[in-house]
């Protein structure tokens, strides 16, 4: 594995979401100094939080799979993810409606399921379920540690006895087709498919290997963070910030120093100059390379997955049909993938994902009210309306899907808001967001794996990349590992730690803001 050369001591980790913060714990963990810069107020980056009257909600991702990879972070510096944040496992992980009025819950439970889907479908998809959890296993096991967990130099990498077995899986299959061979009925299918729009690609061309993903959600356990997904990357500042990380807030890198092939020093926007040893951007890919003054490049332009528009509502009531995660299924399916990808039109018969998470932290509103998020998928503005188009476009389409939702079941849903914020293309293009996508870089087979953009920087020895454009990719428990997978290239994947938490050989800086982590 190439890594970052001369000296490592102390490292500028520029962004606090959460590859940024994974990093910084990894870092910590392996004995190096690190500053922690960040232009928000607080900690989270796409996992953020806004304040809506007495509502507190999520502004980025709201479900959490593979925990275990925070804890990795965690404990990297001695400590454990269970000390600083309260997980609950949710049963059901989902709660899935179809168009013709059926309801199917999810549940990462192997009994559990086979016998809801024994319920829902008839005993041969019972077992055909059997055998697709058994695969998606297979799978997980075939591409984790050498595909995705892993620094790619070269695809000659991909050389290796697992790629044989990934193929012989069917990962290079499409996605589709491979999950039709275990589930005949159409309804099941979307439920362990619909995972390929988190990759950007629709799921009749999406590789077979992507599957992987719905391993994360339907087998290996859902979990939501008692006071919200924010709650993580608060506990991940937290922890570094008692390990020794100097967290610099309301701090924006306005350019990199360089000479002689190394950056030398961060400049913030202030006119503070941090001198480091080595730089890793964890910012959207654009904001990364207009620091480091050129984009890479590729013989062909990268293409970016499709946006979404979220509706975050404060209501005097709920829906007792929905659960924490609730998957409300239109009739038309490829059609609504072509919308997205192809034609770049809002989808005609809408897709949504409506989460509660006041089903388990009533908290988060205030007493006897609830809090919605509402995500509608739609096409980037590389392919669809332009982000200027959304000033207004937004409030009409605002309307439409509030009244989808009354026509699925959430009679009175107008009338129930107190309080609600949109946010539509418009939005994750004014945060910098590249095609005005928070999806980032879409995983087509020459956006995966050593074809994604590499984390090292050609041309300058000590700057790495992280975070969802960069490998291994999107969503939560990839980013966490682009951050300990950044923080490798630096150390060369050594971590010492003792049992207090502190390396030996680090030499803590005075934290910096330690109490300021709320940006609401």
């Given at each position: 594995m190439r890594t970052v050369t001369g000296p490592t001591d102390h490292v500028v980790v520029v962004g606090a979401g959460l590859s940024g913060l994974a990093c910084a714990l990894h870092l910590l963990g392996a004995g190096r100094r690190v500053t922690l810069v960040e232009r928000d107020a607080g900690p989270g980056g796409r996992a953020g939080r806004a304040r809506l009257g007495g509502y507190l909600a999520d502004t980025g991702p709201t479900v959490l799979t593979m925990p275990h990879l925070a804890d990795e972070a965690f404990a990297a510096v001695g400590e454990s993810l269970g000390?600083?944040?309260?997980?609950?496992?949710?049963?059901?992980?989902?709660?899935?409606?179809?168009?013709?009025?059926?309801?199917?819950?999810?549940?990462?439970?192997?009994?559990?399921?086979?016998?809801?889907?024994?319920?829902?479908?008839g005993p041969a998809e019972a077992a055909g379920y059997r055998r697709l959890r058994e695969w998606l296993e297979r799978l997980y096991r075939a591409q984790m540690r050498r595909f995705i967990d892993t620094n790619f130099d070269s695809?000659?990498?991909?050389?290796?006895?697992?790629?044989?077995?990934?193929?012989?899986l069917g990962g290079f299959g499409r996605l589709d087709g491979r999950i039709g061979r275990f589930l005949s009925d159409a309804r099941l299918r979307r439920v362990f498919s619909f995972q390929a729009l988190y990759a950007g690609v629709a799921p009749a061309r999406a590789l077979a290997a992507y599957a992987v993903i719905a391993y994360m959600d339907t087998v290996a356990g859902v979990w939501f963070p008692k006071g919200g997904m924010h709650a993580l990357p608060r506990a991940m500042a937290d922890v570094a910030a008692g390990a020794g990380a100097e967290l610099r807030w309301s701090a924006e890198v306005s350019a990199l120093e360089r000479s002689a092939g190394r950056v030398r020093a961060v400049r913030l926007a202030s006119g503070e100059r941090i001198p480091c040893d080595a730089v890793v951007l964890t910012c959207e890919l654009p904001a990364a390379h207009r620091l480091l003054g050129r984009a890479p490049r590729r013989p062909v332009r990268l293409r970016h997955s499709p946006s979404a528009v979220v509706l975050h509502a404060g209501t005097d009531r709920t829906w007792p049909h929905l659960a924490h995660h609730t998957l409300s299924f239109g009739a038309a399916w490829e059609r609504t993938f072509d919308e997205l990808t192809r034609t770049g039109t809002l989808m005609s018969d809408p897709s949504l994902l409506i989460t509660r998470p006041t089903t388990h932290d009533a908290s988060l509103a205030p007493p006897g009210r609830h809090l919605h998020y509402v995500l509608a998928p739609c096409p980037n503005t590389a392919v669809g309306p332009s982000a200027a188009a959304w000033r207004d476009l937004g409030p009409r389409y605002r309307d439409s899907l509030v009244a989808e939702l009354e026509r699925r079941g959430l009679d009175g849903f107008a009338d129930s808001v107190e309080e609600e914020l949109l946010v539509t293309p418009l939005d994750w293009t004014a945060q910098g967001h590249a095609a005005g996508s928070p999806f980032s870089v879409s995983h087509t087979f020459a956006q995966t794996g050593p074809f994604r953009p590499r984390n090292l920087v050609?041309?300058?020895?000590?700057?790495?990349?992280?975070?969802?454009?960069?490998?291994?990719?999107?969503?939560?428990?990839?980013?966490?590992?682009?951050?300990?997978?950044?923080?490798?290239?630096?150390?060369?994947?050594?971590?010492?730690?003792?049992?207090?938490?502190r390396s030996p050989d680090r030499r803590p800086s005075a934290p910096t803001g330690a109490g300021a982590h709320d940006p609401s």
């Open positions: 000390r600083h944040v309260e997980l609950m496992p949710l049963h059901p992980a989902y709660r899935a409606g179809f168009a013709d009025g059926t309801w199917l819950d999810v549940h990462t439970d192997g009994d559990a399921m086979e016998a809801e889907v024994r319920r829902f479908a695809p000659f990498q991909l050389a290796h006895p697992d790629l044989a077995r990934l193929a012989a050609r041309g300058l020895d000590n700057v790495v990349l992280a975070g969802c454009g960069t490998t291994p990719g999107v969503g939560v428990p990839t980013v966490l590992i682009s951050g300990k997978l950044a923080a490798a290239r630096v150390t060369g994947g050594r971590t010492r730690v003792t049992r207090a938490g």
